[in-house]
């Protein structure tokens, strides 16, 4: 809801009455997510984009900070979610995917610049490696509780997305691949 009025402009055009409900559902928000965070999980990685969005929303630079920083934040889910292939540690393309997404959100958010070396490498390699895996179809491996219908094309918007936020890792071939 907050990156939908966000993206649309809509805002500026709230009264201060919505407003204010707004930033109380943020809030709300907020103290619901903020303690469930106790783990490195791809439904925890989109409780930390939420919670960025509320940061944004509430202009909350310390929220934003803990989103990156707390013990199971985005530093830890990117440290400890990846493989050192790249690959998120559940196993299934699928999820892989799916978390991806999260941090692709939160990065368009929060920005990537408190990213370490390391962890911009897991990232590219969470682009770059699942390919390898494709079929000649396009189709993408239903390893383990993964769906069998997941193609390469499906994410190609986290790839556009990518190829903005991390330039430096020339995802044009892999654009290629997928298109």
């Known amino acids: 809801f907050l990156r939908s009025l966000r993206w649309s402009g809509l805002r500026d055009t709230l ?15 907020v103290d619901l997510i903020r303690g469930q965070l106790q783990c490195v999980h791809n439904i925890r990685c989109w409780m930390l984009s939420c919670l960025a969005e509320c940061a944004l929303w509430l202009d909350d630079a310390a929220l934003l900070s803990w989103c990156w920083t707390n013990p199971t934040g985005i530093h830890a889910q990117l440290n400890h979610g ?8 559940e196993g299934s393309v699928h999820y892989h995917y799916y978390a991806l997404t999260a941090f692709m959100l939160f990065f368009g958010i929060s920005g990537t610049t408190p990213l370490d070396s390391r ?6 390699k ?3 490696n699942p390919l390898k895996l494709m079929y000649a179809d396009g189709l993408l491996p239903a390893y383990n509780d993964g769906w069998p219908t997941v193609r390469a094309t499906d994410n190609a918007d986290l790839y556009e997305i990518a190829s903005k936020l991390f330039p430096e890792f020339d995802l044009t071939t892999a654009l290629g691949d997928i298109y």
């Open 15 to 29: 009264s201060e009455a919505d407003r204010e409900a707004v930033s109380t559902m943020a809030v709300m928000t």
């Open 82 to 89: 990846f493989d050192d292939d790249g690959l998120w540690h």
């Open 119 to 124: 962890q911009r490498a897991i990232v590219r």
């Open 126 to 128: 969470a682009f770059l």
